[in-house]
């Protein structure tokens, strides 16, 4: 745990070399651990909880994945940060994107996989479909290529793990619920990020489309996008090594620390 | 005790159950055909007068995007109810402040209700259901802290009265608060809240609001009254709760003969039986509390909703002190277990219409209610009564 700007933060810290920090997803970290580890054999990786999820704490004040997006900012220069890598899944790519936009010059590269974040498309059709308003085996078909790759069952789980998805489920409906997966100024901003920026996706993504992620990426300027076939909306749980490969060679040595 | 006619204003003209998901939330509204709607109404309000007439109070209550309650402005049919009623108090349970993002235009509302009916309105304050957060896009996390704040904020908007006051809290900002007309009843209307967990319980009584609960029947409703009394006493109130401070809503039907009571009850647990809403509508992240959500998670709430659904019969809803049916003295007997049990009550709120009950049935169930159970009520259970002094109570 470390306590940034009064918030406790349960922190993930592997492997050795120029670091990257990376920022998970709606559903926390615990089913990105095996993907962390393979980037771990050749960089240092660091992963926070964000706050409300996992064992991080939730501060009163806190509601917006730009807070979440500030209080990394103060996490780099506590960690001494000067120039890193970021890598961000989902919301996780989110709070990413929010980050570039303040200090790019403090970024190295940036890998958004499956992001969300802005809403690039019309009004009266949901960029990112409902995820509060769809029963778990919908969102579970959209979210997986095979279901079956999901390694969370519900049904198995200990108390604490599950209280952990419960409080992860509720942060995140409190941090996206509206304007829904997404910051309107966000899209504004995002020419400020003159950083190498990679777009990752799973192929059979049913919350993040190929399209919304050619139009996110568009807002970026040195943006490039890739696919990890064979994935779904988490290729770095269905496809860790595909998209450990992917985020590594993008990288490439790392920027200095 | 104080007895309220309460009816949803159901549209109960449906499809076979088979071909919708759910009642609620994205039903879609081609099947509401607007001429039966506008004769619903009508019909609803002429029971509401109905009720009027034979002595009772009167309760309405909001809900959105569903055919179980076809009321989603509440404040509507009741300015139309200040103005068709003369006697009777008209209790709005209730308005749903965590989902409105005005409380002082709610304040507005309330106050021109109260002027309308001639200081009639008895105000309530819900949270909402679970499945009212889609149609309020409103978020179901920290729920409870917008619904006291909002509260908050309207007790000052009625009270201030000497030029624009502000309020800037954690959800709503107001910086020029100073509402025409002001409330009727001074120095406000009497404020309810609903609950249906001990936790929120505790706190209304440290308000020293009217506490209801909905169908929580012998299971649940004692734990939150206590709670409310414990609230109460620790805030200072005294050590004596009134009895008009607790209010308890049930699915009520008199018959004059057993089987015509039991004719009606049948078709009110239409409110129970009709009521299929998938888990996803039911438990919004955040609404309840994390480890409550957990267990769902897990699937302990799949097994439940469905148990409700399926058990939903008169006998057991009865037993369950959800249900009060039967002829007048079994009604009566049946409130007064229920009364013994949780140390007593000063409000019924009757849920007394609910799907294919038709409007004479409604009537002659509002009647032989009033008529013949009500008078006995009033004798056995006075206004002036502590809750919870009752020896059964203190034994424990």
Known sequence: MISIAGVELEMLERGKGAPILYLHGGAGIAMDVPFLDLLAQERRVIAPSHPGFGRSALPDWLDSIDDIAHIYLELMDRLGLVRTDVVGFSIGGWVAAELATKVPERLGRLVLIGPVGVKTGKPDKLDIPDVFAMPRERLDALRFHDSAKNPVDLATLADDELNIVARNSETLALLTWEPYMHNPKLKHRLHRVNVPALFLRGASDGIVSADYLQRYAALIPKAGIETIPDAGHLPQVEQPKATAAKVLQFLGSGAKS | ?396
């Open chain 2, 1 to 396: 005790m104080k007895a309220w006619h309460f009816s949803e204003n159901a549209y109960p003209y449906l499809p076979p159950e088979d071909e919708y998901e759910s009642i609620r939330v994205s039903l879609p509204n081609r099947i509401y055909d607007p001429a039966k709607g506008a004769a619903l109404y009508d019909r609803y309000i002429d029971e509401w007068l109905v009720a009027e007439d034979e002595g009772m109070e009167i309760m309405l209550n909001e809900h959105h995007q569903t055919a179980t309650c076809v009321d989603p402005a509440a404040p509507l049919v009741l300015a139309a109810l200040a103005r068709l009623t003369k006697k009777a108090r008209l209790l709005i349970l209730g308005n749903p402040v965590a989902n409105r993002r005005q409380p002082v235009r709610i304040a507005e509302e309330m106050a021109m209700v109260d002027v309308l009916s001639k200081g009639r309105l008895e105000c309530g304050f819900v949270r909402g259901v679970p499945y009212e957060v889609l149609p309020a896009n409103s978020n179901p996390v920290r729920m409870n802290e917008r619904q006291w704040e909002a509260m908050d904020l309207i007790v000052k908007a009625w009270t201030n009265h000497d030029g624009p006051a502000s309020h800037e809290g954690r959800f709503f900002h107001h910086r020029n608060i100073n509402i025409w007309p002001r409330p009727y009843q001074q120095p406000h209307p009497p404020i309810w809240v609903s609950t249906t967990t001990p936790g929120g319980a505790g706190r209304v009584g440290s308000r020293g609001y009217v506490q209801a609960t909905f169908l929580t029947g012998f299971k649940g409703t004692p734990a939150i009254y206590d709670s409310y009394r414990k609230g109460w006493r620790e805030a200072g109130r005294g050590s004596d709760v009134p009895i008009d401070r607790l209010a308890y809503a049930a699915l009520v039907y008199a018959g004059e003969t057993e089987s015509e009571a039991r004719a009606g009850a049948e078709k009110l647990l239409w409110y129970m039986t009709a009521n299929k809403v998938p888990l996803h509508f039911c438990y919004p992240p955040g609404y309840v509390p994390t480890p409550v959500h957990a267990q769902i998670l897990r699937g302990a709430a799949i097994d439940q909703h469905a148990a409700n659904r399926a058990n939903a019969t008169v006998d057991k809803a009865i037993e369950a002190g959800i249900m009060f049916a039967g002829t007048p003295d079994q009604v009566f007997r049946q409130i007064k277990k229920m009364y013994d049990d949780v140390g007593g009550f000063g409000h019924l709120l009757i849920m007394g219409q609910a799907g294919f009950l038709e409007h004479d049935e409604t009537v002659r169930g509002i009647r032989c209610f009033a008529r013949e159970v009500y008078p006995r009520l009033k004798e056995a259970f006075p206004d002036t009564a502590i809750s919870g002094a009752r020896p059964e109570r203190v034994v424990a």
